[in-house]
């Protein structure tokens, strides 16, 4: 995942900080209470994701954007293709300015309704579980990004299985978005 990125989503990176989005930065007092929410993900985004499942050779990772469909539904509606500067077997330096390029065409393309709702990577097992590298990026990432929702997803594509989580600012929540 973003492991060895630790700027690459500072404010001054994010693209759609011109677009004026009623965007926000979460603070840690902020946390919203996950269970109260829906969440959805689109089938061509599972489909996409289960196309990068890493049966071999090195990790891939990326981005999500998504959309708030009302109040307390958020829809994930688009995943980038493999953002990498640097990988391993187990390891992935996100390319921030790739990823940035993709969040910003996304919301251009989508009438300024899409944006950045998390990060996606993988993990060559089949049920993968987070390591503490991972739940350290969605942190950094949550508590340095200019974020648009509350919260961050996290998703780890396994070989066989997805890894879907929330991360709220004070703790992570496994979710089960509903497929659309």
């Given at each position: 995942m973003g492991r060895k990125y630790r700027n690459s989503n500072r404010k001054k990176h994010q693209p759609y900080s011109n677009f004026g989005l009623g965007k926000k930065h979460i603070t840690g007092n902020s946390c919203i209470n996950v269970a109260a929410y829906h969440f959805e993900i689109k089938q061509e985004v599972i489909e996409i994701l289960k196309s990068y499942a890493q049966h071999k050779g090195d990790e891939r990772c990326g981005v999500l954007?998504?959309?708030?469909?009302?109040?307390?539904?958020?829809?994930?509606?688009?995943?980038?293709?493999?953002?990498?500067?640097?990988?391993?077997?187990?390891?992935?330096?996100?390319?921030?300015?790739?990823?940035?390029?993709?969040?910003?065409?996304?919301?251009?393309?989508?009438?300024?309704?899409?944006?950045?709702?998390?990060?996606?990577?993988?993990?060559?097992?089949?049920?993968?579980?987070?390591?503490?590298?991972?739940?350290?990026?969605?942190r950094d990432n949550y508590h340095t990004a200019s974020l648009v929702a509350s919260f961050l997803v996290m998703i780890i594509v396994g070989t066989q299985t997805f890894h879907l989580s929330v991360y709220n600012g004070n703790r992570f929540i496994e979710i089960e978005p509903e497929v659309v």
């Open positions: 954007t998504g959309v708030q469909v009302d109040e307390k539904r958020y829809r994930i509606c688009k995943v980038s293709s493999p953002c990498v500067k640097e990988h391993t077997y187990s390891g992935c330096m996100r390319d921030a300015i790739k990823a940035n390029k993709f969040i910003e065409e996304d919301y251009r393309m989508s009438e300024h309704t899409r944006f950045y709702i998390g990060e996606w990577h993988t993990h060559p097992e089949n049920n993968p579980k987070p390591s503490a590298i991972d739940y350290n990026s969605i």
